[in-house]
């Protein structure tokens, strides 16, 4: 058996490693999210509306 | 019938029209967070507290259960992009090309953290950080392929036209996928050999099994939460886009 007080260090630094990409995962989606929305609603503020809005498709090219 | 009848989508392709995607996962985003945040808790219970070290590797198999579910989604992840490519190039679906660029750097980031969890593990246990082998070195070419997916998406302005070329080098990149997993039978590798999916059962015990299963629902669950608001994102992205260049052309006139 492996001894396992020397080994904390890996142990921890995989959880922690982990738990960085979690939380890094999580802030860039929201970030992305937030930047989007933001753009969409300055463009609605400013009265530009899509084209397809009124209608119920929002693409014409598909099958 | 009359001639003129307007056929009527089926179930599938109002569920995945990108108007009616933005509905309907408008209720599935929050459930699916709060689900993998609970999943995670008690899958992280588990690794710590309620199993036991292995009885070669001691403590280390901790690293295990986050390591493999890493492992799963790097692959994962590849079938969702693989699966779209085939959306957008058979059926031009509008929302696969939608779906690949959303999983593509979730891809890399699961590929990346699987290469740095089997690096910390390897070191104690196989003596070194890396060895240029079957399994390590064909995951770090599947780390490329999602580099490479990214780079292009980010180099069209034409979405369109980027969704079609994206598509064609994700099914080539495939490939990589068979190759990853059979790595450890093809050749003579440090990485052991599978020990889930095996003819004869998991050769694990259930002790070790169980925070391992509930690690994957998790990191599946998660997955799976940061792909539907990816896609949200971008489909809102493709319409902010598509009303700067009508607010252009307006301009222009």
């Known amino acids: 058996m492996i001894g396992d007080a020397a080994h904390i260090p890996f142990i921890a630094g995989s959880y922690v490693g982990v738990a960085v990409l979690v939380v890094g995962l999580l802030a860039y989606v929201a970030w992305d999210s937030l930047r989007v929305k933001r753009k969409l609603?300055?463009?609605?503020?400013?009265g530009i509306r899509r084209r397809s809005a009124d209608s119920t498709s929002t693409r014409t090219d598909t099958p | 019938m009359s001639a003129t009848a307007v056929k009527q989508p089926n179930w599938f392709a109002r569920l995945a029209h990108p108007g009616q995607f933005l509905a309907w996962t408008r209720f599935v985003v929050?459930?699916?967070?709060?689900?993998?945040?609970?999943?995670?808790?008690?899958?992280?219970?588990?690794?710590?507290?309620?199993?036991?070290?292995?009885?070669?590797?001691?403590d280390m198999v901790r690293v295990m259960y986050i390591h493999v579910p890493n492992a799963w989604l790097s692959m994962l992840v590849y079938?969702?992009?693989?699966?779209?490519?085939?959306?957008?190039?058979?059926?031009?679906?509008p929302l696969a090309d939608v779906a690949n660029k959303a999983a593509a750097p979730l891809g890399a980031?699961?590929?990346?953290?699987?290469?740095?969890?089997?690096?910390?593990?390897?070191?104690?246990?196989?003596g070194t950080f890396w060895e240029w082998d079957g399994r390590m070195t064909?995951?770090?070419?599947?780390?490329?392929?999602?580099?490479?997916?990214?780079?292009?998406?980010?180099?069209?302005d034409d979405q369109?036209?980027?969704?079609?070329?994206?598509a064609i080098v994700t099914l080539v990149g495939a490939i990589n996928i068979p190759i990853i997993h059979y790595s450890v039978e093809w050749w003579n590798t440090l990485h052991q050999?599978?020990?889930?999916?095996?003819?004869?059962g998991p050769r694990?015990?259930?002790?070790?099994?169980?925070?391992?299963?509930?690690?994957?629902?998790?990191?599946?669950?998660?997955?799976?939460?940061?792909?539907?608001?990816?896609?949200?994102?971008e489909i809102l992205r493709r319409r902010a886009q598509s009303m700067s260049r009508q607010a252009a052309q307006g301009a222009v006139r």
């Not at chain 2, 599947?142 to 292009?152: D, E, V």
Request: glycine residues 10%; proline residues 4%.
């Open chain 1, 41 to 46: 609603a300055a463009l609605e503020k400013a």
């Open chain 2, 30 to 58: 929050w459930p699916l967070g709060i689900g993998a945040a609970i999943v995670f808790a008690i899958g992280l219970y588990f690794s710590f507290y309620a199993s036991p070290g292995d009885y070669q590797m001691g």
């Open chain 2, 79 to 93: 079938g969702v992009m693989a699966a779209a490519a085939l959306g957008t190039l058979v059926w031009r679906h």
């Open chain 2, 109 to 126: 980031a699961f590929t990346a953290a699987t290469l740095f969890t089997g690096s910390l593990w390897g070191r104690p246990t196989w």
């Open chain 2, 138 to 156: 064909s995951e770090l070419v599947l780390l490329l392929i999602y580099l490479g997916i990214i780079a292009l998406w980010r180099s069209f």
């Open chain 2, 160 to 166: 369109l036209k980027a969704g079609r070329i994206v």
């Open chain 2, 193 to 200: 050999g599978s020990s889930i999916l095996t003819a004869s």
């Open chain 2, 204 to 233: 694990m015990p259930i002790s070790l099994l169980t925070p391992l299963f509930i690690m994957l629902l998790a990191f599946t669950l998660f997955f799976a939460f940061l792909q539907i608001v990816q896609m949200r994102t």
